[in-house]
């Protein structure tokens, strides 16, 4: 878990950034993944932070419900109406796989730690994937296995979130065989509104105020350039990344050798 950023609501944004193995892995063997993921998205929330987590989920949820329904409390609670509730709080989510969820994948996992938890899973749920785009192509098919996942308290805060299926570094077709080259994965990208905390004990930035971070315009001809230069930063801070704890400090670390890399291949 990473806290480097305040969401509108001034609170810590944790950011989990995960694989799970696919559910026939002997990785799995001696426990469920999703149980420790639980753990660690419950120590976060009793901190009082906005959760985040990204990944290869390994899991195909159609648009089976990532929430408890009112109706099935209905029996033990006087509810509101489900119809005006969902309208107001809970947008409707679209998922171009419509396979149904088998026992080889991890779904009945990840929509029982959305509603333990109270996340939502943000694909198909913006402007930017209103359809709930594929994020896996292979000659086998294509599904939707990878996942930005929010509290849902701060489903808000998200600005847009999409699959970048025009990216050059993967495969465009199911069509084609993966070549050890490519990605048979597309990336997934999250646009938040947040500030980040640039000060050494978390504290909350002011909304207002600008940020000193510098920017730079992606080239798309220059992304391998940049991976190879980030890579060689990378490796130059590998032994701290690896033995210190995930603080302020490390997160410093990893954004400067971010803008080293742009700094030698981007332009301001």
Known sequence: MVAAATCESECELYLCVCYVAPRSSTVNADSCPYDTLQLDIVEAQNAGGCIVVCGDMNARTAELDDYIRLADLQ????????????????????NCDKSPPGSGTWSCELLELCRSTELLIANGRTLGDVKGEYTFTSPRGQSTIDYFIVSA??????????????????NRSCDVPHDGQKSDHFPLQLDLACTISTNSNNACSSPSQPSTCPQFKYVESQADAYQQCLTAELLMHLVPLLTGTVDVDTVAILVTCMTKAAQQTLNH
């Open 153 to 170: 308290e701060h489903l808000s805060s998200v600005a847009d979130m999409k699959v970048m299926r025009d990216a050059q570094y993967c």
């Open 75 to 94: 029996d033990y609670l006087d509810v509101p109406d489900e119809g005006a509730y969902l309208n107001a709080y809970i947008p409707k989510r679209s």
